[in-house]
């Protein structure tokens, strides 16, 4: 049984069928068609302003939802509040 080493050796060596060094391209050749480029600058501020706008959507429906625990807090204090003050003067 040979190692593994060995098999993937000898796989290395040879070379694929039908495919020679000759073959491949030695120079670049630029596409033909559309200006597909993009400004570097212009991705970048296009980046930043979408990371402010997700910041900004973050803060703004979590000052909501705070709000909203604000609310349901003061209202639950008021009902202990109401609570007490009923159980108090029912025992007296």
């Given at each position: ?65 705070q709000k ?25």
């Open positions: 049984m040979k190692s593994l080493h060995s098999l993937f050796s000898h796989a290395a060596l040879q070379q694929p069928t039908g495919t020679a060094t000759d073959d491949r391209a030695q120079a670049f050749r630029p596409v033909e068609g559309g200006n597909q480029m993009q400004s570097g600058e212009k991705l970048l501020v296009e980046a930043y302003a979408a990371i402010w706008l997700i910041i900004f959507a973050m803060v703004f429906l979590s000052w909501r939802r909203q625990i604000d609310r349901r807090i003061d209202a639950l204090e008021a009902a202990v509040q109401k609570a007490r003050a009923g159980a108090g003067q029912g025992t007296s």
